[in-house]
């Protein structure tokens, strides 16, 4: 299967390392984080990428070029969203299914695996955790997606959207839709929604781990993390 990979961002909270860098190009343990994203998809049986990029996107060709990797680089000209930086992808995609991450996140290899659906739904990955008010809380109802709350003030769960997705070709339609949020951007988990009141929308659970690389202080346990767990 494909997977789309979201490496557009400047990283904000990574300053002053992504001054110079995009921030899926921030080291860790002497190797950019993206370099751990890719080698674990390719383990994944993934060997089809697209790369979503913006911000320094000439470093992550060099990137490209120096770790011997084939991918597809595609610009999104303006800082617009997950929405819209998925949409530029529709191309790349075609009819065929694929994943969607995040640049600047980590899944196991086995929760990457379990994302390679050859069926007509889409999906949308989730775990469990003691904070969900900070996250977009995922309602179940039956195995398939019902709602996604984002960052609730109410509870309504502790199972919350870790950004890795399966989807079909449907998701692209379903962009065409959605409409700008109150914060100015094209919102992937709007289309989402759509396509889950028509019951076209599974939840997967994580069953190892995942991990995000947000902030400069996520940087020293995600070396630790990477240490005890990252193997060639």
Not at 49 to 57: A, D, E, P, Q, T
Not at 126 to 139: A, D, F
Not at 201 to 209: A, P, T, Y
Request: contains cysteine.
């Amino acid at each position: 299967m494909k997977a789309v990979i979201l490496a557009a961002g400047k990283g904000i909270r990574m300053m002053p390392l992504t001054e110079n860098i995009p921030k899926v190009l921030v080291e860790v343990n002497r190797k950019p984080f993206l370099y751990y994203v890719i080698k674990s998809l390719q383990k994944a049986g993934y060997d089809d990428f697209c790369l979503i990029v913006g911000y320094k996107k000439d470093k992550i060709a060099d990137f490209l070029k120096q770790y011997k990797i084939k991918a597809v680089m595609i610009e999104q000209k303006e800082q617009k969203g997950t929405g819209n930086a998925v949409i530029q992808a529709e191309t790349f995609a075609g009819k065929e299914n694929f994943i969607v991450l995040g640049g600047d996140n980590l899944w196991s290899v086995e929760d990457l695996k379990q994302m390679n659906k050859a069926d007509d739904y889409s999906y949308i990955s989730g775990i469990e955790v003691k904070n969900p008010e900070k996250y977009g809380v995922l309602i179940e109802e039956k195995g398939f997606l019902k709602e996604i709350k984002e960052k609730p003030k109410e509870h309504f769960g502790n199972i919350i959207n870790t950004g890795l997705y399966k989807f079909t070709p449907e998701i692209f339609e379903a962009l065409s839709k959605i409409k700008l949020s109150p914060r100015g951007e094209y919102e992937l988990t709007d289309a989402i929604t759509l396509l889950a009141r028509q019951k076209k929308v599974k939840l997967i659970k994580i069953k190892d781990f995942w991990r995000d690389l947000g902030t400069i202080q996520d940087i020293g346990p995600m070396s630790k993390f990477l240490k005890e767990r990252w193997s060639e």
